[in-house]
């Protein structure tokens, strides 16, 4: 059965890290590209990282580059993402998700995940 683990979510004060983790079951995490997404209250389910299968190169978007990283750990089928000085507005639910994906401009886009994690609470006090 294919399944996504989201956990390491929870409270934090601004400025404060945070490190989200993603086990995978079921099939081999390292053939896919991987990628965190997170929706806020009323929101869009946005992008925020990801790595594409076959690659090294990592990829975030504008609003958390330099502050949040993925990586993944291929022996243990994980994903984490590392979160540094978080701001209120991170606060969100925070989702990995597992695709088919070679190409940057794709890992932007929800539709080209197959596997979706749960989903892990990350609130962030001012």
């Known amino acids: 059965q294919v399944q996504l683990v989201d956990a390491g979510g929870g409270w934090v004060q601004a400025g404060g890290p945070l490190k989200l983790a993603c086990a995978a079951s079921?099939?081999?995490?390292?053939?896919?590209?991987a990628g965190w997404f997170r929706q806020a209250p009323g929101k869009e389910r946005e992008f925020v990282a990801g790595?594409?299968?076959?690659?090294?190169?990592?990829y975030a978007a504008d609003l958390v580059e330099g502050r949040f990283t993925i990586f993944r750990d291929n022996a243990k089928n994980a994903v984490y993402l590392q979160m540094t000085s978080l701001k209120p507005e991170d606060t969100a639910v925070y989702f990995c998700?597992?695709?088919?994906?070679?190409?940057?401009?794709?890992?932007?886009?929800?539709?080209?995940?197959?596997?979706w994690g749960q989903g892990t609470q990350v609130t962030v006090s001012s």
């Open positions: 998700a597992a695709g088919w994906i070679a190409y940057r401009a794709s890992l932007y886009l929800k539709e080209e995940y197959s596997y």
């Open positions: 079921g099939f081999t995490f390292s053939h896919y590209g």
């Open positions: 790595i594409p299968r076959n690659e090294d190169n990592t």
